[in-house]
């Protein structure tokens, strides 16, 4: 199983959460590399509304970009780009540039986009029919990113021969990862991801069941439905609320930190990238134990 990081890019100054600097995100993603990490995610917003005050988040593209030049081998990108912020064209120019940028590690995770009730509003992005909207835009980003062109003439998105003339490392465009639950949605991912991606933190393993159980009988029956083996498809999970080992015994050993992100196997899950609630270096090197043990399974 591969084993992944995320970040944070929100807070805000004087807030419960200290808002993090270029530098606090580059060094995190170098100590991951250097622990072994596998891949890199971070999130995709620009507001979130708080009790308090609103936290702030820089923006994911320019952040990949820089991420993509600090390191040399980890794989990384958003953990889920909201699609309505940019048009499904321009996201597929940005997910090419960023795979010519870093050699070929970028991934495109992306989705439908966050509830209603978010940032959409105040940055002016159109908060209905979300579903449909992803459904055309999905179709013009995995059109050109596989073939270098694209046509479409649809209710909210007309393409006029689009066309990427310049394309990164791969020919077919970097992978693609759909964050995605309920029946329509896994139709689109059997149709036209590597991967599907989904969440969760802070669950006993039977309630994880209960709830991710039925979500991979949508998964599997979308992948009948479009002639698609089940193990074609990668499954990551973004694990949230993870407490690294330490040396005084205070939280869990490194044995069963590995043993309880070994068990989303168990669904068939391929990767799983992990949160640490204080988002620091030293959590992060205290994983590397974690890390090679979940490489070796």
């Known amino acids: 199983m591969r084993?992944?990081?995320?970040?944070?890019?929100?807070g805000r100054?004087?807030?419960?959460?200290?808002?993090?600097?270029?530098?606090?995100?580059?060094?995190?993603?170098?100590?991951?590399?250097?622990?072994?990490?596998?891949?890199?995610?971070?999130e995709d917003a620009l507001l979130y509304h708080q009790e308090g005050g609103s936290n702030g988040l820089w923006e994911s593209v320019a952040i990949a970009a820089a991420v993509a030049e600090a390191t040399s081998h980890i794989r990384f990108g958003q953990s889920v780009i909201n699609s309505p912020y940019r048009s499904p064209a321009h996201t597929a120019s940005i997910a090419t540039t960023l795979d010519e940028i870093s050699g070929g590690r970028y991934?495109?995770?992306?989705?439908?986009?966050?509830?209603?009730?978010?940032?959409?509003e105040a940055f002016g992005f159109p908060t209905d029919h979300r579903y449909s909207r992803f459904a055309e835009a999905i179709e013009i980003i995995h059109s050109l990113l596989r073939t270098g062109?694209?046509?479409?003439?649809?209710?909210?998105?007309?393409?006029?021969?689009?066309?990427?003339?310049l394309r990164g490392p791969h020919d077919h465009g970097p992978p693609i990862n759909i964050a995605a639950g309920g029946p329509k949605m896994m139709r689109l991912v059997a149709r036209?991801?590597?991967?599907?991606?989904?969440?969760?933190?802070?669950?006993?393993?039977?309630?994880?069941?209960?709830?991710?159980?039925?979500?991979?009988?949508?998964?599997?029956?979308?992948?009948?439905?479009?002639?698609?083996?089940?193990?074609?498809?990668?499954?990551?999970?973004?694990?949230?609320?993870?407490?690294?080992?330490?040396d005084d015994g205070a939280s869990a050993s490194a044995e069963e930190v590995a043993e309880s992100i070994l068990a989303?196997?168990?669904?068939?899950?391929?990767?799983?990238?992990?949160?640490?609630?204080?988002?620091?270096?030293?959590?992060?090197?205290?994983?590397?134990?974690?890390?090679?043990?979940?490489?070796?399974?």
């Not at 004087?14 to 530098?23: A, F, H, N």
């Not at 062109?149 to 990427?164: K, P």
């Not at 988002?279 to 979940?294: I, L």
């Open 13 to 42: 100054p004087g807030g419960d959460t200290p808002p993090p600097t270029w530098d606090s995100v580059r060094d995190l993603a170098l100590a991951g590399e250097a622990a072994g990490f596998d891949m890199f995610v971070f």
């Open 264 to 297: 989303l196997g168990e669904f068939g899950f391929t990767e799983v990238r992990c949160d640490l609630p204080d988002n620091s270096v030293a959590s992060v090197e205290a994983m590397a134990a974690v890390v090679e043990m979940v490489h070796a399974g």
């Open 107 to 120: 991934v495109l995770g992306i989705g439908a986009g966050n509830t209603p009730d978010s940032d959409y």
């Open 192 to 246: 036209y991801a590597d991967d599907w991606n989904w969440w969760g933190g802070g669950e006993t393993e039977q309630e994880r069941a209960q709830r991710v159980g039925p979500l991979i009988e949508q998964l599997e029956a979308a992948c009948e439905a479009e002639g698609r083996g089940p193990e074609t498809l990668g499954r990551t999970f973004d694990l949230y609320g993870v407490e690294p080992p330490d």
């Open 149 to 165: 062109t694209a046509q479409a003439n649809g209710d909210y998105y007309v393409i006029r021969d689009a066309e990427l003339v």
């Open 3 to 10: 084993i992944g990081l995320i970040t944070q890019l929100h």
